[in-house]
């Protein structure tokens, strides 16, 4: 396992590392929550249950509701969130969660129900839509949220432990990011609640955690603290995801991808850098899971910042146990071996809307935190690479 010291990191700006105040981590975490609430000093009283219908199908959120109906809690559910939600969804459940005025809120779900419940729990006792407190508005939280419980059913997106939400406005990400109102007050790491996950979707998941990992390390905004959780997280994703993905009951990396992913999530203090970027391009056109978009673009973000980040690039090799000279090679080997395609072209994209996703990704996700800055020379070698399917370690400008 690597080993990071302050010796290797930035340490010379003070930066905050914020995380949820209590972490429960093992088999039947989920069950526990009375006991976690009762800690944090949350008195029994109504509390809002955000899940989704396929977690309401597989009785996931089952340990959840028992441990609190049985702590005296009032539970009211939310489950109508269809896939990766909009503004209007969310404001929805906000409507719901002001309604209800709960004591606690608890989302039991992937990234798009934790996205949602963070939302609901801020919004009770701050005005207005969801969309205002987003990158297009930049409204920022006045009053505290209604403290949150989070409990992922997937092991990819992090929401558990981040400050961050985004919903689609239309055809574009809206993200209400960076604001510590978003902070869950606690999350409940169980592992039986991911067995059930298809092999595809943790492949997709488990890619974007690997991806905030990968790009949490390269960001110029990394800290000690956010290059320990990195590390940690990429040497048990690299080992852990192929087990996972061939074997859906293996308990131990069922465990190892969730714990990778929680600390991915803790690594999105460094703030992500251009392969997300490229990520909501490709998406907003393929209309693609995140972690698939994500982990195509993940080795070309990697070889477009080789140069200034490589002391980055070589911790990331020490976290997952590469070949400094191999690390690209070996990243984009991962993401291909658990069905990432090879190619956008394979994917049906016209070569002709290459030039407008890098004035795209240029306008709308621009990244001061890169290692590189970003321009439109480079994005479009680096698309025009990803397009032929050339490998990412081989592309040269
Ligand atoms: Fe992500």
Redesign the pocket.
């Known amino acids: 396992m690597a080993v990071v010291s302050a010796a290797f990191t930035p340490y010379e700006i003070a930066r905050p590392f914020r995380t949820p105040s209590r972490i429960w981590f093992g088999v039947g975490a989920s069950g526990r929550i009375a006991e976690c609430v009762g800690e944090i000093g949350v008195p029994p009283g109504p509390a809002l249950l955000v899940t989704d219908p396929v977690v309401e199908r597989l009785g996931l959120a089952r340990p959840v509701a028992q441990s609190l109906t049985a702590a005296g809690f009032a539970l009211h559910r939310y489950s109508d969130i269809p896939g990766e939600p909009s503004v209007e969804v969310a404001d929805s459940a906000v409507a719901a969660a002001r309604a209800l005025s709960p004591a606690l809120v608890v989302g039991v779900g992937g990234g798009s129900v934790m996205d949602v419940a963070k939302l609901s729990a801020a919004l009770v006792r701050n005005p207005g839509s969801v969309f205002e407190y987003t990158q297009f508005v930049k409204r920022r939280f006045d009053a505290p949220g209604v403290p949150t419980v989070l409990v992922p059913t997937t092991a990819?997106?992090?929401a558990e432990a981040s400050q961050n939400a985004v919903v689609t406005k239309g055809s574009l990400k809206a993200f209400a990011n960076n604001h510590p109102q978003l902070l869950a007050a606690a999350a409940l790491l169980d592992p039986q609640l991911t067995y059930s996950l298809p092999a595809k979707v943790t492949a997709e998941t488990g890619l974007?955690a690997l991806?905030?990992c990968i790009e949490g390390m390269l960001s110029t905004n990394a800290s000690a603290l956010t290059d320990a959780t990195s590390a940690q997280g990429i040497g048990l994703i690299v080992r852990a995801l192929p087990r996972a993905y061939r074997e859906g009951g293996d308990a131990s990396a069922r465990a190892d991808m969730l714990l990778g992913a929680y600390l991915g999530g803790l690594s999105?203090n460094a703030g992500?850098v251009v392969g997300?970027s490229i990520?909501y391009t490709i998406a907003n056109r393929l209309h693609c899971p995140?972690?698939f978009s994500?982990a195509l673009a993940l080795p070309y973000a990697m070889t477009y910042s080789r140069r200034p980040a490589a002391a980055r690039l070589a911790l990331v090799a020490r976290a997952a146990g590469f070949a400094e000279s191999d690390t690209i090679a070996r990243v984009q080997g991962l993401c291909q071996d658990v069905g990432i395609p090879e190619s956008l072209r394979a994917l049906g994209l016209e070569r002709e809307r290459l030039p407008e996703m890098v004035d795209e990704c240029l306008a709308q996700y621009p990244r001061p935190n890169n290692p590189r800055p970003l321009d439109a020379q480079g994005l479009r070698s680096l698309y025009t690479a990803m397009w032929e399917g050339r490998p990412a370690h081989l592309w040269q400008e």
């Open positions: 990819g997106t992090g974007d991806s905030h999105l992500m997300h990520a995140h972690g994500c």
